[in-house]
Every structure is written in C-alpha cells, then in structure tokens.
C-alpha cells in the first residue's frame, strides 16, 4: 500500500495535479457553450476591468464576473477560461484532501483509515460529475463558490483546532462573504459549519459559539437579498414557479435523481428532462411514484443511524441534504437538477466512501478497489468532455438523453443553424413544437430559419438565471 501513497504533502499534491490533468485534459480544446454567450462572450460588462466597475451597483454575482473580466483581459481566449477552471478544480481538490485527513483524525478508527483522506480526493478530482461545473466554462460559478465555501469551511476547522480567534472571527466569515458574491447558494455554509460540529463529536450547545460570525454574515445577506432589485426581482420569479408542496414533492425527486448520478453517473445531461410535480405523491389524483419519498426517509434513517458508530456517513448523507434540497424548498429553480449540484454537495460521500471500503476490504482489495475505480471514474470524465466540444456535439447528447423535452430540440436546432445545416435545424425545430406547440422560441426559430444568423451568439434559450 505505502507504494502507491505518497510520503509528503509535496507528493499529495504532485498526485492530486496529476489527476486533474490526465482526467481533464481534453476539456482545453472544448468550445464556448450555451450561457458562455451570453454571460461571456457576448457580455460587454466583462470585457474590461472599466466595464466590471461600472457594473458593480448592478446584477449579480460580481466576483464571478471579476473572474471572468480578468480571464477575458489576459487574452488567452476560451483556453484561458479553461485553464482558470482546471486550476480551481485542483485547488478544491486539495481542500478536500485538507478536510477529509482533518475528519479523519478526529475519529475512533484513524489508524485504519489513514489512507481514506487521498483516495476521496482522487476520486472528487476525477468523478465525470464534476464536468459540468469544470469543462463547462459557466459552470465555474459553482466550482468558484466551492473554493470559497470550503476555504471557509477549512479556516473554521483550523481555528477550532488551533483556537486561532483571527481564523473563526475574521477568515471564516469573509471566505463565506466572498464565496456569496460568486453565487448566492451559498447561504447553507452556516448550516454545513453545524454537520461538521456534529460529525465530529461536537454538540449543538458548544457549535453556535465559534460560529455566530457566519450566522451574522447569513443575515445580513439576507437582509441585501431583499433589498437588492436585481435578486428580488429573481426570488419573486421563483416563488411564482410553483407551491411550497409542489416544490417539495420535485426537490425530493431531484434528490434522488441526483444521488443516483453520483452513484452511476451514466447518464450525465446537461438539461434532464425531470417533471415539475404539483403535489407530494400520495396526495394527486391520481397518486404520483412514492419512490423519492420512501428514497429520502431511507437516507434520513440511515443518516441518523450511523451518526455515532460511523460518523463519516451520518456527516456525508447531512451534507448532502443541506446542499441539494433546503434552499430549493423556498427559491425553486426553473431546472429542477444540475448535474453541477453534486459538485460542492457530493465531496463527503467520497470520504465515505474510501472509508467503508477501508474497513470492509483487506489493503490489497482496497488498494485494487480504489485503483479501478479511479480508472473508471477517469474514463467516463475522458468522454463526458469529448461532449463539451461544441454545441453541435453538446445538444446531439442531451437530445438523445432527453428527446421529449422541447427546449432541448430548440437549442439543437439552433446548433444546427449556426452551422449552416437547415434542413437539421428544421426538423429539430419542428420536433420542438410538436413536443410544445406554445415553445415561442422555437417558432420563432423555424419562421426565421432560412435568414442568415445574427453575427452576435444569442443564446437560444436559458436554462436558469445567470451563472
């Protein structure tokens, strides 16, 4: 076993690189997709550091944007934007060895899961899940926020740890403000700084002491939230999508759709075609699937079950309640699952998951466990970024993964276009209205087919608010 881990931190760091690399070193060559338009390419506010001050007082997300003014400055193209990607990939990557080596030596059983802490980072760097917020140049908001989010989760473990005042009352609580001007879902860090008290052996009295500067932060964005035109603005389009029960019943359904794609990500898609339900299961005339119901109540019991005699799952299944369905109760999304989601929400069933194999396998299956894994893992990443490398290629994908959605055969058929292929473009659009016969766009589309594309790259249709 010691031959295939790493002696030092120089080392770990060497191995976690190369892992990223190899994995993601196709996604340099892919193209512009989708919201990159618009947020991007055809975007003036982020083409010069003048245009990004100017903008400040308006939108949202600004350190995002600040991100992407500084790639666009430096000229590197969509290679440049890429390579930022891969880079934050790697440093989250990093975090996530940090903090599962600090989870596990707070636990019992530390000596026979020494090695767990690498072999989950592996296994983040490398999981084809991750592609859509790493290959995807706009799904960097997400792996943006996760740097944030977990450096702040990291400068708050440390200062527990080193009852380092200047890490708990000032770092923790500005990485949490930071990771909020990148993307504002991450309002739940409060909550997710509570799993960690808990997975640990801490306690609920003891756990608010440390963090009562990360509660603060939480309501004072909140209190921005409300008054910020542009979010509220947001947050009343959300809450006119659908009722509290109706958002319940489609966010248990997402939970599980997006756990089994972490579980078998064999069927990674960029737009899923998931229903928005009305109603909990039990309860429509006719009554629905109870099956994301019972899956949920499952993985609660599970959760509570393991907390003390296996606190590394009891941690994993509590993260990944607080990252994928909470904060969608209240503002729903017009897509109901990404799989991006799993990016930040997915990092401790990894920890779990070396860990029970390091208890359940003797080292050499262990060893052979992770290994095969890691190639297969790898192998999918390879080829879900061979997908990202044009939208021709990106919405040929999606369709076949989602054929009865409209909007989806709206955006190929708008690839098609803009690659001079009409007839290709008519039938998809075509297609489109007969799944929709009210899809706007899509008429719209086909009425102006034979005209020739605007030079500018409008997106065809957006998915969600801006990344």
């Known amino acids: 076993m010691r031959a295939l881990l790493p002696e030092s931190r120089r080392g770990v760091m060497v191995c976690l690189a190369l892992a990223v690399i190899v994995s993601y070193f196709n996604a340099l060559s892919g193209d512009f997709q989708f919201d990159d338009y618009k947020v991007i390419v055809d975007n003036p506010s982020v083409h010069s550091w003048e245009a990004w001050l100017a903008g400040l007082g308006h939108g949202i997300r600004p350190l995002l944007k600040f991100s992407y003014t500084l790639d666009w400055t430096l000229g590197l193209g969509k290679t440049g934007f890429h390579l930022t990607n891969l880079l934050i990939h790697l440093v989250n990557t990093w975090l996530v060895f940090r903090l599962s080596e600090t989870f596990i030596e707070r636990q019992m059983l530390r000596e026979r899961l020494q090695h767990v802490p690498l072999f989950a980072a592996l296994l983040f760097a490398v999981h084809p899940a991750h592609t859509e917020a790493v290959t995807y140049i706009c799904g960097r908001s997400t792996s943006l926020m996760t740097l944030f989010y977990l450096g702040g989760l990291f400068a708050y473990v440390t200062g527990r740890i080193r009852q380092d005042r200047l890490r ?4 923790t609580p500005l990485l949490f403000v930071v990771a909020l001007g990148v993307k504002e ?22 756990a608010f002491r440390p963090q009562w500067p990360s509660w603060a932060v939480l309501l004072a964005g909140a209190l921005f939230f409300l008054f910020n035109d542009s979010y509220l603005s947001q947050m009343e389009r959300s809450a006119e999508l659908n009722t509290m029960q109706g958002n319940l019943a489609t966010q248990l359904a997402a939970f599980a759709y997006l756990l089994r794609q972490w579980a078998l990500p064999l069927w990674l898609n960029i737009d899923p075609d998931l229903p928005l339900l009305s109603s909990l299961p039990l309860l429509r005339d006719p009554p629905g699937s109870p099956l994301p119901v019972l899956f949920f ?14 606190p590394w799952l009891g941690f994993a299944l509590a993260w990944a309640i607080i990252q994928l369905l909470p904060l969608h109760l209240f503002l729903p999304r017009l897509d109901i699952a990404n799989d991006r989601q799993l990016y930040l929400a997915g990092w401790p069933l990894f920890l779990a998951l070396a860990a029970e194999l390091a208890l359940w396998l003797n080292t050499r299956s262990f060893r052979i466990a992770c290994i095969i894994l890691l190639l297969t893992l790898g192998s999918l990443t390879l080829l879900r970024n061979q997908v990202y490398a044009d939208e021709i290629a990106l919405w040929e ?8 959605k409209a909007r989806v055969r709206n955006n190929l058929g708008y690839a098609y ?3 001079g292929r009409t007839e290709d473009a008519r039938r998809e659009f075509t297609l489109a209205l007969q799944l929709d016969p009210k899809h706007i766009k899509a008429r719209h589309n086909l009425e102006y087919l034979d005209e020739a594309p605007p030079e500018s790259h409008p997106v065809p249709e957006k998915a969600q608010p801006p990344h």
């Open 168 to 171: 708990l009352y000032a770092v």
């Open 185 to 206: 879902t991450a309002v739940t860090f409060p909550l997710a700084l509570l799993a960690w008290e808990l997975g640990c052996g801490g306690a609920w009295k003891t």
């Open 297 to 310: 109540l499952a993985v609660c019991a599970l959760m509570l079950a393991c907390w003390r005699r296996r």
């Open 397 to 404: 994908d999606t369709a076949r993964k989602s054929p009865h």
């Open 417 to 419: 276009k803009l690659a």
